[in-house]
């Protein structure tokens, strides 16, 4: 991208960042479906690319005819008003507290929680409750990254995936705009949140399934009276998928299922 196409870029960027709002069930489906296809593999479809790259061609036509008139009052307004980031400063070393008060009167949303991680001990999945960690060991919540708390570190659009070992939960902003990075980490031990700078290597990747209800090979194991999330984690002899009876998050629940006689250990998460 040269300096021309970077600068009506950003301009185009913080036009939107002003002016553009999504709800909070808006932006978790936006975050965890590009979370989903970032981690997918994709075949080349010329005719999906050549239509991706006409309509931003027009997108951007319209964007600077119509951003001529309004960038410069923009610019004085922000002038006069500030980015609201002046004063900005990150709560390194900050210890994130564990809120789960909210939960009860909390809706899934239209997607059901992604899976992050899960081993023998913990599970860690996201959805719009923010992120958050359950020990199986203990039957209790541990750790939670909403997104009220994530955005007083300048994070409006998370994105977070897990350390293979299940130690670290790296989180990033995906504007849309700019390649997505991890900018921050945090220590699901000590519930530490810091700035990072280094990108991790071999980030744990849990397994896309099929739709259930539509999937051959696990529909068996599901109980299909119960709203089934795609993604899964697959342990020796056994897998780890999330469930709902209904839309209500206080409701969610982690199922370990045992291939051999699709027996079942349920753990309710926010009870």
Not at 73 to 84: H, M, P, T, V, W
Request: negative net charge; aromatic residues 12%; contains cysteine.
């Amino acid at each position: 991208m040269n300096n021309f196409d970077k600068k009506i870029s950003d301009k185009v960027k913080s036009y939107l960042d002003e002016n553009v709002e999504f709800s909070t069930e808006e932006s978790v489906r936006i975050h965890l479906k590009i979370q989903e296809d970032y981690h997918k593999s994709r075949k080349f479809n010329p005719l999906y690319w050549t239509v991706l790259a006409s309509a931003a061609a027009i997108f951007l036509i319209l964007s600077l005819s119509f951003l001529k008139g309004s960038i410069m009052g923009i610019d004085n307004d922000l002038a006069k008003q500030g980015s609201g980031n002046e004063n900005f400063t990150l709560h390194e070393g900050e210890e994130l507290a564990v809120d789960i008060s909210d939960i009860e009167q909390m809706n899934i949303g239209s997607e059901m929680p992604k899976l992050l991680y899960a081993d023998n001990n913990l599970a860690v999945m996201q959805g719009t409750v923010g992120v958050v960690v359950y020990n199986m060991q203990d039957s209790i919540v541990t750790n939670r990254i909403s997104y009220e708390q994530i955005k007083s570190y300048g994070i409006t659009m998370m994105l977070a995936s897990v350390s293979q070992d299940g130690t670290t939960i790296f989180i990033g902003n995906d504007d849309m705009f700019n390649e997505f990075i991890y900018t921050h980490q945090y220590n699901i031990s000590t519930r530490i949140i810091n700035k990072t700078t280094q990108q991790p290597l071999n980030l744990y990747t849990p397994i896309n399934i099929v739709t259930p209800g539509y999937n051959e090979q696990y529909d068996k194991y599901f109980d299909l009276q119960y709203l089934t999330g795609d993604t899964i984690v697959e342990l020796d002899n056994s897998f780890i998928y999330l469930r709902s009876p209904d839309w209500n998050m206080k409701n969610l629940q982690i199922v370990i299922c045992q291939y051999e006689d699709g027996e079942n250990k349920v753990f309710d998460v926010f009870k």
